[in-house]
């Protein structure tokens, strides 16, 4: 059984503080996002964790391992370097979807994303030691096969764009309904989901289930560790397998 730990991360009164005193530009919104996406990899990166941007205002990270001193730790360093702060909820459960959900009805119980008395939340308790396992955390890390000769290097950008976001939205929408997962499109052509504990056969109908909504062929690589690191590492050495042995879903 898995146990993944999910913080949601969520900008405090944002869609007010882009619009106060006068609207701001778009192109500084957007450095702002991708500067705060980027520093808060880092830092959860550094603690074993990965962060996901979803949309930018709302981040979801794993964090397996992480505690509530590093997570106060990371609300300080954005403190200091940005304009804005960021409230964390955080949550374990065998579905990653459920830890989510707990973790996103604690945040909203303690107020609305947009109210400006709610400031710096920091809410959950992460895992104790003596509630973890090395084998809490499962990945999966799913890419499109022959990408480059598919799409890259005969369509034009915004077409090839098109196909892998379709790709990404079908695999995402299953995942999710079928197995309590959570996707996340992280470029290129890769899609990266935490998932509770599925088989060999449950990857190959998600698969399937892509190829037929939308004609776009992947392949998967999986693996189990204590963090999502750990985890994430040993996908990408299956992914490897399946790129050498021409296979759809490999285990490392």
């Not at 959860?44 to 391992?65: E, I, S």
């Not at 470029?187 to 939308?214: E, K, L, S």
Request: aromatic share 8%; net charge negative; with cysteine.
């Amino acid at each position: 059984m898995t146990n993944t730990q999910i913080t949601l991360v969520q900008l405090d009164n944002y869609g007010p503080w882009t619009v106060t005193p006068n609207p701001r530009r778009e192109v500084d919104l957007q450095t702002l996002q991708s500067r705060l996406y980027a520093d808060l990899s880092q830092l959860f990166g550094t603690r074993d964790g990965y962060v996901f941007f979803t949309r930018f205002d709302n981040m979801v990270a794993v964090t397996n391992g992480v505690d509530a001193e590093d997570h106060a730790r990371i609300q300080e360093s954005i403190r200091n370097r940005y304009p804005v702060t960021v409230s964390l909820s955080t949550a374990a459960a065998p579905s990653p979807a459920d830890a989510l959900g707990h973790a996103t009805a604690r945040l909203q119980e303690e107020g609305s994303a947009q109210d400006e008395s709610r400031t710096e939340a920091l809410l959950g308790a992460p895992l104790e030691d003596d509630e973890r396992s090395d084998d809490d955390v499962q990945i999966a890390h799913f890419d499109v096969n022959d990408a480059t000769g598919e799409y890259t290097d005969e369509l034009d950008a915004y077409s090839t764009f098109i196909h892998i976001e379709q790709a990404y939205a079908s695999l995402m929408r299953h995942m999710h309904t079928a197995h309590d997962s959570l996707s996340f499109f992280v470029g290129g052509d890769n899609i990266i989901a935490v998932c509770p504990a599925m088989d060999d056969p449950a990857y190959r109908d998600a698969i399937d289930a892509v190829r037929d909504d939308t004609g776009v062929d992947l392949k998967v690589g999986v693996a189990r560790g204590a963090t999502a690191h750990d985890a994430g590492m040993g996908a990408k050495h299956a992914l490897e397998v399946c790129r050498e042995e021409g296979t759809v879903v490999e285990y490392d």
